[in-house]
């Protein structure tokens, strides 16, 4: 019962959202945050990505018509060390004088749950761009007494295929290949 009840709320929200989210452009509200997990060793770390510019395009009632354009300034990372965050940023790793930003595009969706999505894109980081499934979990909520949504996402990357290891980088011996990107956004509509 609680199931169907979450249903029937949630396709009324969206009916009443319908005509105002048609073709409607969804910018980043402050406090949206991407993150990324990896390991050095058998020690677990974070980062932040701070400076994330992402315009969407996205219809509740016609989710295969959404369109992602984000962009990611990677000198704007946050890490707990000075040592680690210069390390990121050289030509071994993200060489952000070369390619400071990464970028990912999409321009179609499809269903997969109640509220959760899939989205086919592009990613590109340094000069490497590859095709890229994003996963999605999309609620309606209020911020600030407005409509806006609230994106989740946990997705995970091979960062060699991007080139994000040259040289002593490239050894998954002590930084393994897989990183995670976890996405936490409210977006309002434009």
């Known amino acids: 019962m609680r199931t169907f009840m979450h249903r029937v709320s949630l396709g009324v929200a969206l009916l009443g959202l319908s005509a105002a989210s048609q073709a409607a452009e969804w910018v980043l509200e402050p ?3 991407v993150t990324f997990e990896y390991s050095y060793g ?3 770390y974070e980062g932040r990505f ?4 992402a315009n969407f395009d996205i219809d509740p009632m016609r989710p295969t018509s959404c369109k992602f354009d984000v962009t990611i300034n990677i000198e704007d990372i946050e890490v707990d060390s000075p040592e680690v965050l210069d390390y990121l940023l050289d030509y071994e790793l993200f060489d952000v004088d070369t390619w400071p930003t990464a970028t990912f595009s999409a321009k179609s969706c499809r269903l997969t ?3 959760t999505f899939e989205s086919d894109g592009t990613l590109t980081i340094r000069d490497q761009t ?3 499934t994003f996963p999605f979990e999309l609620n309606i909520e209020t911020c600030d007494g407005q409509v806006c949504f609230h994106m989740t996402s946990e997705v ?5 295929e991007y080139g994000v290891g040259q040289g002593y980088w490239a050894n998954t011996a002590e930084v393994p290949n897989e990183v995670k990107i976890k996405v936490d956004v409210y977006a309002l509509m434009q």
């Open 42 to 44: 058998t020690d677990p």
């Open 50 to 53: 701070t400076n994330v510019q």
């Open 31 to 33: 406090g949206s945050q």
């Open 113 to 115: 749950g109640v509220n």
């Open 156 to 160: 995970e990357i091979l960062r060699l």
């Open 130 to 132: 590859n095709p890229m």
